[in-house]
């Protein structure tokens, strides 16, 4: 199993990014997937889930409305769009198979979203 994050970069308060995860190793369309972040001297925070299908997704209230993931099964893609930047969004995001509720079992490496004026 193998995740290659791109995307991040540092950008002004306002702003958006587009992340993306290519997924390679098993069989994508199998998989619940999600994205979670890090913060620097914090834990990790759940930030957005996908089903299978793509047809249901869920979000916590720190960036709903902000945030919109979204996966291409055909292409093994796992998508993140993150509109309206806050400072607080700053972190190391990942990747992640799996969900909040069932759990994660395998990592990206991560990538940096850095929010700053």
């Known amino acids: 199993v193998h995740f290659v994050e791109s995307g991040g970069d540092m950008v002004q308060p306002g702003g958006s990014l587009r992340l993306s995860c290519a997924a390679s190793?098993?069989?994508?369309?199998?998989?619940?997937m999600s994205w979670v972040r890090q913060a620097a001297g914090k834990g990790p925070e759940w930030v957005s889930f996908i089903n299978t299908d793509g047809d249901s997704t869920a979000y916590p209230d720190s960036v709903k409305g902000r945030f919109t993931i979204s996966r291409d099964n055909a292409k093994n893609i796992l998508t993140l769009k993150i509109d309206n930047l806050k400072p607080e969004d700053t972190a190391l995001y990942y990747c992640v198979r799996g969900s909040e509720l069932w759990g994660y079992d395998y990592w990206g490496q991560g990538i940096q979203v850095t929010v700053s004026s």
């Open positions: 190793g098993f069989t994508f369309s199998d998989y619940d």
